[in-house]
């Protein structure tokens, strides 16, 4: 099944304490965007790609997308303040024929095709979905440095990126949340707050999100041990 995919990249990477976007910082021979995208466009499920960033990295951006030369049509969309804005800056972007989406964070450079078409798969059967794997620590409910409780970890899910929704589904739910002013740090957030359900897609423990300077550090190990 074929959808299109938004790649939100508008970030600043604050605490990877760099001076630039944290995804044009080269991993190995390239930017950390850059592997994302290739990986989005070794999917066969993905037929359109839109790249949300800020004005200030789009030439280095248009860099990028002449460096894969891509089969696949990749789009440049202007982000927002938040993941949030940006999220749906992309979604007003979107070819008007699209029926479902998958967006996936940028800085989720180590999703393999496998894992976006899997997700595109279960979107033909579900609304909404996040890829998600189980936790293995023990996680504890922490209120001013003093346990309060500790959650049963069978019930505990790390949610990734991607997540896939039905397009008129998600632009509805984000339109809510700008109405009534909720913030949220992924689209799945959305779809649990009207009470739309979102399904479980078994993620990778690899896609990682890079955020600081050590996940950039075991992205880097990670990818020589594939690359051997
Ligand atoms: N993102 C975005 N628009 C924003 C903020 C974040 O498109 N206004 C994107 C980032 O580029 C990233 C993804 O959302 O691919 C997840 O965000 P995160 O890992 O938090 O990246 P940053 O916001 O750049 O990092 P930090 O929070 O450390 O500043
Ligand atoms: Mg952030």
Not at 143 to 154: A, F, G, L, M, Q
Request: glycine content about 6%; overall charge neutral; some cysteine.
């Amino acid at each position: 099944m074929n959808c299109e995919l938004l790649i939100p990249a508008a970030g600043s990477g604050r605490r990877m304490g760099s001076d630039r976007n944290k995804l044009l910082l080269p991993l190995l021979d390239k930017p950390i965007l850059q592997w994302t995208i290739e990986a989005a466009i070794a999917s066969s499920s993905i037929s359109w790609i839109g790249v949300i960033g800020q004005p200030c990295d789009f030439a280095d951006f248009k860099q990028i997308f002449v460096r894969l030369e891509s089969p696949k049509p990749i789009t440049l969309i202007q982000g927002g303040e938040t993941r949030q804005e940006s999220v749906s800056n992309g979604l007003k972007a979107l070819p008007q024929t699209s029926k479902s989406v998958l967006i996936h964070d940028g800085a989720r450079c180590l999703a393999t095709p496998n894992l976006f078409d899997r997700c595109a798969e279960a979107l033909q059967t579900y609304s909404g979905l996040i890829a998600a794997i189980t936790v293995k620590d023990t996680i504890k409910i922490v209120h001013n440095r003093i346990v309060e409780s500790t959650p049963d970890r069978h019930q505990l899910w790390a949610a990734q990126t991607p997540q896939g929704f039905s397009v008129k589904e998600l632009k509805q739910a984000h339109l809510q949340a700008q109405e009534l002013n909720w913030s949220v740090t992924d689209d799945a957030a959305l779809f649990e707050k009207i009470g739309l359900p979102v399904q479980i897609v078994m993620g990778e423990e690899t896609n990682l999100k890079i955020t600081t300077p050590q996940d950039l550090a075991i992205a880097e190990f990670i990818l020589r041990q594939r690359l051997q």
